[in-house]
């Protein structure tokens, strides 16, 4: 039976060219926000593995697969996704578990992101579209903000928080920040005063929480309000520049969002660190070896040509049991977010690039209504 929250729906077919101007200014997102790393990614994508001292790069779509499915992980170390989730949490979470603990805490999580929470979750996003849709009509929408007003309501619904969701947004989005510098790879932070600064956000965050909160509140937080504030404003800029709104339809959204995603990766890199010798795509690797998953080249959205293989449309959401269980929730608001738009045809007039955000995106994406 196919898992419904993997399941890829038919991308759209639009022709290469067409992308061009959209895949040059997405480019400069990554480019503008982490210059040096992408630099290098971008320098050493052609191959699948490459190990630059103990730090092995993963590029290709079949090394990355095998990497999050047959490779063992260190959960919990500095540096990794785990080790950044428990920095913000008290731990036992998705990200820093092992074994069963970990497939069931997946099953638990997948079971509050299904079809049915989805239907439970949608009309508080869709209540926030068609309020703030009407502005570009009328004038200008800024996307940034409109991204965050709808990760707030998204993640307050999602952990039962009452708190204000631009608040809880802005926390979110905070706290993933100061995880993030230890999170990616480069330079890291040192000194008591760079613990303080993260424990400070941590504790913003779990301030507006529910009383008690679940340790798995924080992460679905940091993960919906900062892979959402990332996605959204990115696929619509994309799709104004590649002419794609005259595309958009109820029967071509959901495969229109799920090739978007692919083609902006917003979660980029997977860090990752080796907790046994092994092998990958053939090359040795050690324990305590630092393994960087590039999501984007796996997906292949590097590439002028559309990707055939499911694998690689996947790949932007993981893989197998490291797979994030709210594909089909993302999918569902940025197709969402694609028809209230399409009728405008907006077109974009500003764009800054955020320097400071957890994942390459915009600081500010305005647009105006286009030409019908």
């Excluded at 099953?107 to 949608?122: S, V």
């Excluded at 631009?166 to 989005?173: E, G, P, S, T």
């Amino acid at each position: 039976m196919t898992d419904p929250m993997t399941a890829q729906p038919p991308a759209p077919a639009f022709p290469p060219a067409a992308a061009r101007r959209a895949r040059r200014r997405d480019r400069r997102v990554y480019l503008r926000s982490h210059p040096l790393l992408f630099a290098l990614l971008a320098a050493t994508r052609r191959r699948p593995v490459v190990r630059l001292g103990r730090t092995v790069l993963v590029h290709g779509t079949d090394a990355y697969r095998e990497a999050l499915t047959k490779v063992p992980l260190d959960r919990t170390a500095p540096g990794t996704t785990g080790g950044a989730a428990a920095e913000l949490t008290v731990g036992g979470l998705l990200f820093d578990q092992d074994g069963a603990e970990h497939r069931n805490a997946r099953r638990a999580l997948a079971g509050g992101l299904d079809t049915a929470a989805q239907q439970r979750i949608r009309p508080h996003w869709q209540a926030v579209l068609a309020t703030r849709v009407p502005d570009v009509a009328a004038g200008e929408l800024e996307l940034v903000a409109l991204a965050r007003e709808l990760a707030g309501v998204t993640a307050a619904a999602l952990t039962g928080a009452q708190s204000c969701p631009h608040r809880l947004a802005h926390a979110a989005a905070e706290a993933a920040a100061h995880a993030a510098r230890d999170h990616l790879p480069g330079p890291r932070r040192r000194g008591p005063d760079a613990a303080a600064a993260t424990v400070a956000a941590a504790a913003r965050l779990a301030a507006l929480l529910p009383d008690a909160p679940d340790a798995r509140d924080a992460m679905v937080a940091v993960a919906a309000v900062n892979t959402t504030v990332a996605a959204l404003p990115r696929a619509v800029a994309w799709c104004a520049d590649a002419g794609l709104w005259p595309t958009v339809s109820e029967a071509t959204a959901p495969g229109l969002a799920a090739e978007l995603l692919r083609l902006t990766a917003p979660s980029p890199l997977l860090p990752r660190v080796a907790a046994a010798d092994t092998t990958l795509a053939g090359h040795p690797v050690r324990a305590g070896d630092r393994l960087v998953l590039v999501a984007r080249h796996a997906a292949r959205a590097h590439r002028r040509s559309p990707a055939e293989d499911p694998a690689a449309t996947q790949a932007v959401f993981g893989a197998g049991p490291h797979a994030c269980p709210g594909a089909g929730l993302a999918r569902t608001l940025l197709a969402d977010l694609l028809l209230g738009l399409a009728p405008h045809r907006p077109v974009v007039t500003r764009a800054r690039v955020d320097r400071r955000s957890a994942l390459p995106g915009y600081a500010e994406l305005t647009v105006r209504r286009g030409r019908s």
